[in-house]
C-alpha cells in the first residue's frame, strides 16, 4: 500500500496537518514516514516525512527506479527549504491520475492535502479553482461523525433528535483551520510565479515589482538547479495525461452518443443537476469503473463529480469545478507566505 495506515489514520486530525505545515509549537517525536505515490508510466513521487527534524523531502522517481531511490524535486525545514516544486494545474493532474488507479485515494484528497506543502499559490493560478481544490481535499480527510443518540429507547419526550446533538470531533478540521492552512500557502504578495521556458518547460519565478514581502523565491524548479529533473517531470505529467485521457475519454463506455454530449452540457451549464442520468448513462454503456462510478454516486462531494464530468466532456479542467464550487469559505485574498 502506497500511504501507510498510520498516515490516514493521522490525516483527519489538525494537530497533524500543524505539524506538516510547520505551524505547530514544536517538533514531535512522531516517527517518520515515507509515502510511494505511483503516478503514471512508471514514474512515481516519493515523500519522506521526519516530523522530528522537522524535515520533508519530495523526489522524483523514474521508471527502473528503487522503492526508495530518487531525484530531489524540493524539500521545506522550517528555517530553509525549495518547498515550491509544482504548478495546481499538475497537482490536479497528478490527483486525477492516481485517484483512477486507486479508489482508496479519490480526488481530491489526501493526495492534494499532502502535496500542497510543495504548491504555493501564485499569481499564475486559477485562485477559485484552487481555493476549491484545497478547501475539498481537506473536508474530505475529516472523519467520519461521531454517533449522536442514546443508547437506549429513551421516553417518548426525549426522542426528538434536538435531545442528542451530534458530537463535535475537536480533532477534526473546521472551515476556519483550512482557510489558515490555506492562507499560508499563497506567494502571490511575494510575486511568485511561473515562465515556460522553451528548453526547461515551465520554471519558478518571481515578479518583483510584485514582492511586496521582499521573500526570496525559494524553488529548484526556478532554472539555475542543473540537478531539477526538467525532463522526468515532463514525462511524468505527459504520461499522467495519456492515461487520464485513455482510461476516460478514450473509453469504450465513453464513446457512446448519451455519455459525452450529456458531461458537455453539464460542463457549459456549469451544475451537477443531470448527474443522475449521466451515471445512468454510464452504467448503461457498461461503464465499471469504480473512481467514476464513485464520484457520481450519493452523497456527491461536488469537488470529486466536477473533475470527473470534465474529463467525460474532455473539457479544460477546472472549468466545471469553479462553478460548482463557488463560494467555498476557504478565501486566501488577504494572503501571506509562510
Given amino acids: 500500500m502506497p500511504v501507510p495506515e498510520a498516515l490516514r489514520a493521522l490525516a ?4 497533524f496537518w500543524s505539524e506538516w505545515f510547520f505551524t505547530g509549537d514544536e517538533p514531535t517525536d512522531r516517527p517518520a514516514l515515507l509515502v510511494t505515490l505511483p503516478v503514471a508510466g512508471g514514474y512515481r513521487l516519493l515523500l519522506d516525512l521526519d516530523f522530528a527534524q522537522p ?3 519530495l523526489e522524483l522517481a523514474a521508471p527502473g527506479f528503487g522503492a526508495h531511490e530518487g531525484t530531489m ?10 518547498p515550491h516544486v509544482l504548478r495546481w494545474s499538475e497537482l490536479d493532474l497528478i490527483g486525477r491520475v492516481i485517484a483512477m488507479d486507486d479508489p482508496s485515494l479519490p480526488h481530491p484528497g489526501l493526495v ?6 510543495f504548491a504555493p499559490v501564485t499569481l499564475a493560478d486559477d485562485v477559485p479553482v484552487v481555493r476549491a481544490l484545497f478547501t475539498a481535499a481537506f473536508r474530505a480527510l475529516r472523519p467520519a461523525p461521531l454517533e449522536a443518540g442514546p443508547e437506549q429507547e429513551p421516553i417518548p419526550f426525549f426522542a426528538e433528535p434536538r435531545w442528542w446533538p451530534m ?4 480533532e477534526a478540521l473546521t472551515d476556519r483551520e483550512i482557510e489558515r492552512l490555506l492562507v499560508g500557502r499563497d506567494g502571490r504578495r511575494a510575486g511568485l510565479d511561473w515562465h515556460h521556458h522553451e528548453g526547461a518547460g515551465w520554471v519558478a519565478t518571481q515578479r518583483a515589482e510584485r514582492n511586496e514581502l521582499g521573500f526570496p523565491i525559494r524553488s529548484m524548479r526556478d532554472g ?8 522526468g517531470l515532463a514525462e511524468l505529467l505527459k504520461s499522467a495525461r495519456s492515461r487520464l485521457t485513455t482510461e476516460i475519454y478514450g473509453a469504450p463506455w465513453c464513446t457512446t452518443t448519451a455519455v459525452v454530449p450529456l458531461a458537455r452540457r453539464m460542463v457549459h451549464a456549469g451544475d451537477l443537476s443531470a448527474v443522475p442520468s449521466l451515471l445512468e448513462a454510464l452504467e448503461t454503456a457498461g461503464c465499471d469503473h469504480p473512481a467514476v462510478l464513485d464520484a457520481l454516486t450519493e452523497p456527491l462531494v461536488p469537488a470529486e463529480a466536477a473533475w470527473v464530468i470534465e474529463e467525460i466532456a474532455g473539457a479544460t479542467p477546472g472549468t466545471l469545478l469553479r462553478e460548482v464550487c463557488a463560494g467555498t469559505p476557504a478565501d486566501v485574498e488577504s494572503a501571506r507566505v509562510d
Avoid at 483527519?12 to 494537530?15: A, D, H, N, W
Avoid at 524535486?73 to 525549495?82: E, T, V
Fill in 12 to 15: 483527519g486530525r489538525s494537530s
Fill in 55 to 57: 524535515y520533508h523531502l
Fill in 73 to 82: 524535486l524540493g524539500w521545506d525545514a522550517p528555517d530553509d527549504g525549495r
Fill in 112 to 117: 492534494v492535502a499532502l502535496l500542497s506543502r
Fill in 167 to 170: 458530537p463535535v470531533d475537536p
Fill in 224 to 231: 539555475t538547479e542543473h540537478a531539477f529533473p526538467f525532463a
